[in-house]
């Protein structure tokens, strides 16, 4: 257990729903970051939230948002969804300090049929 | 933006043999990351590494911080099925007044027994 919460573990929807996935992090850490990893692919940046506030956007689609609480966790949601948008969605949370990295729940697996 | 070349993009050996990747960047890091991600799981920290030359073991696992601060590599030595995964390197840089790991697109080691 890395101590980075990710729920659901699965998600099927259907095409043009919306979803709202969500990750506690790490006890301690401020900075939530969130990617997607289509089918053998990369790790591709979404965004990144320190103590709740927006601290840097990747690649990420006008049709998904973030948020992170008061109580740090966070939530990424993803709306009209496309076949496309079939992927694994990683939450990653990390100290103020990246000395030592980030620490990944182990994913939400979102099938759009 | 900052990129990292990681290479192979994918290997396929038999158990027993030693295997090597690395990453290149035009930009200097001043940390240096090896994540693996099983299949269907979030990436787990290897090993990092936080000064150029330095050279760390983790069992079998061997990986070094390059000279010029930006290259990296890893070593797997008597390679076992549970090896099996994709491999990450990531690298730690300050922008902006905030800190953010630029992640490899991995690679993918198929190991035969």
């Known amino acids: 257990d890395s101590g980075v919460t990710q729920t659901p573990k699965h998600l099927i929807t259907a095409t043009g729903q919306r979803v709202t996935l969500r990750c506690s992090p790490r006890?301690?850490?401020?900075?939530v970051y969130w990617y997607q990893q289509s089918l053998d692919q990369g790790l591709q940046f979404l965004i990144h939230?320190?103590?709740?506030?927006?601290?840097a956007k990747g690649n990420i689609l006008e049709r998904f948002s973030a948020q992170q609480f008061p109580d740090l966790h966070s939530e990424l949601n993803l709306s009209s969804l496309e076949l496309g948008d079939s992927a694994l969605y990683f939450c990653?949370?990390?100290?103020?300090?990246?000395?030592?990295?980030?620490?990944f729940g182990s994913g939400t697996r979102l099938t759009v049929v | 933006g900052q990129q990292l070349n990681q290479s192979p993009q994918s290997m396929f050996i038999q158990e027993g043999e030693d295997v090597s990747m690395n990453c290149t960047s035009s930009?200097?890091?001043?940390?240096w990351l090896w994540y693996k991600q099983d299949p269907g799981e979030g990436p787990v920290l290897l090993i990092a590494?936080?000064?150029?030359?330095e050279l760390t073991s983790n069992g079998r696992l061997t990986a070094q911080f390059g000279i010029t601060r930006k290259d990296s590599f890893l070593n797997i030595s008597a390679s076992i099925p549970s090896d099996v995964g994709i491999y990450f390197c990531?690298?730690?840089?300050?922008?902006?007044?905030?800190?953010?790991?630029?992640f490899g697109k991995g690679t993918k080691l198929t190991v035969n027994p």
């Open positions: 990653a949370s990390s100290e103020p300090d990246t000395t030592y990295g980030y620490t």
């Open positions: 006890s301690g850490d401020l900075s």
């Open positions: 939230y320190y103590n709740g506030e927006e601290r």
């Open positions: 930009s200097i890091f001043n940390t």
């Open positions: 590494l936080y000064k150029a030359g």
């Open positions: 990531a690298g730690r840089l300050t922008q902006g007044g905030s800190e953010k790991l630029v």
